[in-house]
Every structure is written in C-alpha cells, then in structure tokens.
C-alpha cells in the first residue's frame, strides 16, 4: 500500500480552511510537507516553522487559540479520513512511544478520536516537538503494496523537500508601563482607558506584527475606503499579545534587551490624548521599526480615555499620571543598566514629561548627570508661558532636548481655543537657550499635521541621525538655518 503526501495533507488542509478560512488561501504549496514533519518530529526546524510562524498568527487572526484542543482536533481530522487510517495508526503509535508513561495518581488523556476502536490515549501535542526515533525495522520498498506491520517505518512516496517560505509579517517586541485599568478582552489582556483604582504601576511586553509590506512613516491599519473592516497581519501593524510581567521580572529583562544593543540605549515613548493602550504598543513598534533603533523599545501608556471627545478628562489623567511616570523613569534609570536614554513625549503626552522632569529636578542630587541623553518633545500641547518657566529644569534631565513644532498643527490651534488662546508650545515655535527648535511646517503628513514626528520620512531620518549618530542640527543634511523675530532655529528643507 502506497502513502502519498495527498492522503495525510487532504484533509488537513481542508480542516485549517474551516478554522482560519482567511489564511489558507496564501499559504501556498509549503504546506504540502509540513504535516509530515510536524508529526514525524523528524525535521524540527520545520516542525517548530508550521507551529510558531504560521499556525499560530493564522488561528490568532481567526480568534482560535493554538493550544492541546485545538491541535488534538487538527491531528484527529488529518489522520482519520481517507486510506490514512494505517498511517494515523502507525504515527499514534510511534508518537506515544515516544512519551513518558503517566506519573502515578495522574489522569490519562482524553483518547484520540477512533475508526478502529483503538482506544489509545493521545497525549498533549507540545508546541515544538521533539525528534522522535521510530522503531528501526526493515523498510518497506517503494511502490510495495503490502502493508507493512505496526512496527514499521512508515514511507512517505514522493515527498519533495519542505520548504520554509518568509511569513508575511514578523514581531517586534516592546515593554510598557502602565497606571491604566488592566482589562480582559476576548480571554486577552489588554489596558482601559481609565485610571488604575490603586494608583499603582503595571509592567509588562508586548509582541506586534509589522506586515513585510510596511511602509516607513505609516501605521498600517484597517481603512474603510478599502472595504477592510478587521486587522490582517499581512497588511496592518497589530497588537498581538500583552504579557503583564511584576517589576523585577521587567526590569531584568529590559536590561537583558539593552545590553544585546551595540549602544547599550533604550527610548521611552510617551504618546498623546486621545490614544489606546494598543494604538500606544503598535506606534512604539512602528517607531522602533523605522528608526532602526537596535536597543530597548518602551512605552509609558497614560490612561488617555482614547476617544476624541475626551479632551477634558484626559487633561486631568495626564496629570495624575506624572508622579507615575517620575517613579518610572527613575527606576528605569537606576535597574536598566542603559548607558543612554532616549524619551518622545507626543502632544499631551509632554505635560506629563515636563512635569515629572521638573519634580525631578528638584531633587536630583546630581545635576551634572542628567537621566535623559536624549529628550524630544514633538508637537507638544503645553502652554508656552508653563514650558518657559520649566525649560531649566527640563533641560538639567537631558544631554540635548529636540523640540518639533509646526504652524500647520491644526490640534494645537484647536488646543489654543480650549485655552483661552494662550498658546502652545509646539504652535509656534518656542525658541530658547540650549534648546534644538526645528520647524516641521514644510513637511508632509496628515490632515491635522499633529502626527508628523512618526508619519514623515524627513523627520524619521532626523530622529535616526540624533539617536544613532548623536549629529548636532547643524550637521544634519535635511535641517537649515533659520534666524527671524523669533530667534534662531532650524527648519526642514523643502
């Protein structure tokens, strides 16, 4: 009796169709080998690809769970239909062969489902599983029509070398801190829009798929003018897990993350009003994607309430969030073990920067070593008199601090109305001693002209020359000179 590659792989592929209809139709011909190794363990490499690169992001897209049910109820459907009733047979047996017995006082496993009545316990398929020895025993020649004997090595005819084709996507990972609520949503974790209860911080990473079709300055995301109505992997940046992590445990393995980096540097991203927990994860993903940064990514989330309507009530959780993120940047200072710190306050996002970094300063005991190498304030939603009379101490916290503003910002104006028309840092802009002030007007970018800082190739570039070169404005090819009643300041090229 001949096995071909067809009767394991038919109704495999017809059972992932019915789980993750959205993914099958781009997973090609690898696929045709891949049962084989999963269940043979013979090639692990390829065994761990199916499991990690390609089931698991294509049941998570479908809301499915890769876990002992769902892979229990994958090997039942591939093994028990069609003339693959010998072979499941055979792999059954060469599979719990290759198990421990069951511990005493332990409950067998649930047996697999049968055609034979084999009544056989199926145990828990491992994520990666091992390489299994099958039973040596004389090999069954090519095209016999006999059936071999249970203790025979099964023989795949015609079976071509798998291949492992590139995901469509890969993961980026970024650590946060948070004083958001934690919530559950859809049996996964994820951080609300109002303020923890305790007051307390919470840590943890996040993994984030960038689709290998991303394009810098762009957060890919569903767009109703494309008739994309849900998250794809292989065309937008997604929040794919979050795992809360206590503080020891985060502050280990940042410090493990920083001390990978050829500068030994981590950057903190604090975002603005009016963003969620995931949009937070997913820009400090895109960030670290497109400005190449090799060292720790981080993200401090305030609980902006992520609504546009909101403005109100995230004014007042910004300002409860600043001792918070005080307590935050000296722990991160004093357990990463990083050599550089680099922190992007965005909008709001700066009022609670600014704060924290003037109480700090009031209590640093050395003012010749400032916490920050880098400090960016971008499109910053502070009230310029509040940002002067801050500016000293500000500045004490930071090696160099880098100031974007743009006349075209059209939230800041907005802003501005809120307040009384009292003007805002980032509108227009503030120049000051020791302070780098660029012009962001020129540049292009969004209707509202407020997100420049991550969705403009010229300022991306920029940050990248100051993070990674530590080049002065005066040497950074894309940034001119620019004296007027002002001052003097920098401003992008047309």
């Not at 995901?167 to 859809?186: A, I, L, W």
């Not at 994607?289 to 909101?310: H, M, N, T, V, Y």
């Not at 940002?387 to 501005?416: G, W």
Request: hydrophobic fraction near 40%; charged fraction near 25%; proline fraction near 8%.
């Amino acid at each position: 009796m001949k096995f071909t590659l067809a009767d394991t792989t038919e109704r495999y592929r017809s059972t992932l169709t019915r789980m993750a209809p959205g993914r099958v139709a781009a997973l090609g011909e690898s696929w045709a080998n891949a049962p084989l190794a999963f269940f043979f363990g013979a090639d692990r490499e390829r065994a761990s690809f199916s499991v990690r690169d390609t089931l698991v992001p294509m049941l998570a897209e479908d809301n499915r769970m890769l876990n002992d049910a769902t892979m229990r109820e994958l090997l039942a459907s591939i093994t028990l239909e069609d003339r693959g009733g010998d072979v499941a047979e055979r792999i059954c047996d060469a599979y719990i062969a290759s198990k421990p017995a069951p511990l005493a006082g332990e409950s067998p496993e649930p047996p697999l489902p049968h055609k034979r009545g084999w009544g056989r316990a199926m145990p828990p398929v491992p994520m990666a599983p091992p390489a299994m020895a099958l039973p040596e025993s004389p090999r069954p020649s090519v095209g016999s029509e006999d059936v071999a004997s249970p203790d025979t090595e099964v023989v795949v005819v015609g079976a071509k070398k798998p291949t492992s084709p590139a995901p469509p996507f890969h993961m980026v990972r970024v650590f946060y801190s948070t004083d958001r609520t934690q919530t559950e949503e859809n049996g996964k974790t994820n951080y609300g829009g109002r303020p923890d209860g305790e007051g307390e911080l919470q840590y943890g990473e996040c993994e984030v798929s960038i689709p290998e079709t991303h394009e810098i300055g762009n957060l890919e995301s569903p767009s109703f003018l494309h008739l994309q109505f849900t998250p794809d992997p292989k065309k937008h940046v997604m929040l794919q897990t979050v795992l809360p992590l206590n503080e020891a445990v985060f502050f280990e393995r940042v410090a493990e993350q920083v001390s990978k980096s050829p500068d030994g540097d981590a950057f903190v991203f604090v975002h603005g009003y009016n963003v969620s927990f995931t949009d937070a994860a997913r820009r400090t993903a895109q960030l670290k994607e497109d400005l190449k940064f090799s060292g720790c990514p981080i993200f401090f989330s305030w609980p902006a309430a992520g609504r546009l309507l909101d403005y109100l009530a995230d004014e007042a959780s910004v300002i409860w969030a600043r001792g918070h993120l005080e307590t935050f940047l000296t722990l991160l200072a004093q357990r990463a073990g990083a050599r550089k710190i680099h922190l992007i306050a965005h909008s709001m996002g700066n009022r609670a920067v600014c704060d924290a970094l003037d109480r700090m300063s009031m209590r640093t005991a050395s003012p010749g070593s400032p916490i920050l190498h880098h400090l960016v304030l971008t499109a910053p939603d502070i009230d310029a008199g509040t940002f002067r009379q801050m500016a000293a101490a500000i500045r004490s916290n930071a090696s160099r601090v880098t100031l974007y503003a743009s006349s075209k910002d059209k939230a800041l104006v907005a802003s501005a109305k809120i307040h009384g028309n009292k003007k805002r840092a980032g509108e227009p802009i503030v120049v000051l001693p020791n302070l780098d002030s660029i012009d962001a007007s020129t540049v292009s970018t969004d209707f509202l002209s407020h997100g420049y800082f991550a969705q403009d190739r010229s300022v991306l570039d920029d940050l990248h020359a100051l993070f990674t070169l530590d080049t002065p404005p005066s040497l950074r090819f894309q940034l001119k000179s620019v004296t007027d009643k002002n001052g003097s300041y920098y401003a992008f090229r047309k």
